[in-house]
């Protein structure tokens, strides 16, 4: 039998680095998986493990590059933990890291940020996923259940009108997701919190001041405000799916519901996702 794929390392690897500047401190936590492929395949198929590093020492080697970058950013902080595997392993061909980051809001008093209290960024996690061989790498940032929602100027009409329909047209619906969005650059920005930061507000910014015909409609003018302001991404890919808010029928109890009063749920939803790239 042939072994036609396989990759291992550690999991859950989670790390908080704290970079100190007299009584300005900044945490920057992650939670990574890191996967090796190589030349480990009779580790499999012939119980060989003399080529193999130990998932304790990826674990290790996550510490230590933490603590020799205490303040990079989480893409500069993969990229530097991507170095040590293929600088040190010639057997290591390709890593794969993934992290998710928790994020900590410095807290104000009086309106003067502090310099060491932080409160917990409860919306979303901060994503990034890099891919590197000896002959090139992958970047990709992003942010994971990230949630907002519109309570007009969106709609949901015109579609498929057949036997199996029970919805009615709208033009006047709340719109709510929990995205999960991934930005793949293709240039290093001045500094990628910054990038980031701003890719966030644009998404923000076209969900929330143009009418959305669909979930669709915004993601795709989402992407293409995104791409026309930062060129150094590449491309921009969502998973955005739908939190349905579905006015209650009143009328049993003698009420008009003038979309005022609604069902929350989750489950089942739609699940509209879709990639945006540059063309040529």
């Not at 198929?45 to 080697?61: E, H, L, P, Q, Y």
Request: overall charge negative.
């Amino acid at each position: 039998m042939a072994l036609t794929a396989s990759t291992y390392g550690k999991g859950r690897v989670r790390v908080m680095r704290l970079a100190r500047d007299g009584d300005h401190h900044t945490p920057r936590e992650l939670d990574l998986k890191v996967l090796m492929k190589g030349v480990f395949d009779r580790a499999w198929t012939a119980g060989d493990n003399r080529a193999c590093v130990a998932t304790d020492s990826v674990k290790n080697i996550v510490n230590v590059t933490a603590a020799n970058n205490l303040s990079a950013e989480k893409e500069a902080f993969v990229g530097a933990l991507a170095s040590v595997f293929l600088d040190t392993y010639p057997q290591v061909e390709e890593i794969v890291i993934e992290a998710r980051e928790t994020r900590w809001l410095r807290h104000a008093f009086a309106g003067e940020p502090h310099g060491h209290t932080f409160t917990l960024d409860g919306n979303g996690l901060g994503f990034v996923k890099l891919t590197a061989s000896r002959t090139g790498s992958v970047l990709k940032s992003g942010l994971r259940g990230y949630t907002f929602m519109k309570t007009t100027q969106s709609g949901w009409a015109d579609f498929v009108d057949d036997h199996f329909r029970t919805l009615p047209d709208t033009t006047d619906r709340i719109a709510a997701t929990s995205m999960d969005a991934t930005w793949t650059w293709n240039g290093i920005p001045t500094d990628y919190a910054t990038a980031n930061a701003l890719v966030l507000a644009i998404l923000i910014e076209v969900f929330a001041t143009t009418y959305s015909s669909s979930v669709q409609d915004s993601m795709y003018r989402m992407g293409e405000a995104v791409l026309a302001a930062i060129p150094e991404i590449a491309e921009i890919a969502f998973a955005m799916p739908n939190k349905h808010y579905i006015p209650i029928n009143l009328s049993p109890f003698g009420l008009d519901n003038p979309n005022a009063v609604f069902l929350p749920t989750d489950e089942p939803h739609g699940q509209i996702e879709a990639t945006i790239g540059r063309e040529g």
